[in-house]
């Protein structure tokens, strides 16, 4: 078996500013079956701190599973320059 070596790039991740992140929360209160109510996806996390609040309020449930999604962009070096020199480095 050869082994093959990969390189290291320095790829840098970014989160997508084009695209708007999600939040969401779901109720996992319960001893045995879990409440599974939840907040449906906001676009702001204010929408879902106050549905929180007021689920707890009218049932008395205060564990909740929080949800956060965005888009990442992983991005190559600045300069395809830079690429090669890593790849000499480690050749
Ligand atoms: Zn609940």
């Known amino acids: 078996m050869t082994r ?3 390189p290291y790039v320095p790829f840098t991740i970014e989160q997508d500013e084009t695209a ?5 929360a779901e109720c996992i209160s319960g001893d045995v079956i879990e409440c599974g109510e939840d907040s ?3 676009h702001d996390p204010e ?3 106050e549905w929180m609040r007021k689920h707890t309020q ?4 205060a564990r909740y599973l929080r949800i956060f999604s965005d888009c990442a ?4 070096p600045a ?3 830079e ?3 890593v790849n000499k480095a480690t050749a």
Do not use: A, K, N, S
Not at 73 to 76: A, G, L, M
């Open 4 to 6: 093959r070596v990969f």
């Open 20 to 24: 708007t992140p999600t939040y969401e």
């Open 40 to 42: 449906g996806p906001h």
């Open 47 to 49: 929408p879902v701190e």
């Open 58 to 61: 009218d049932t008395g449930h």
């Open 73 to 76: 962009v992983i991005q190559p």
């Open 79 to 81: 300069e395809r320059g």
């Open 83 to 85: 690429l090669l020199r």
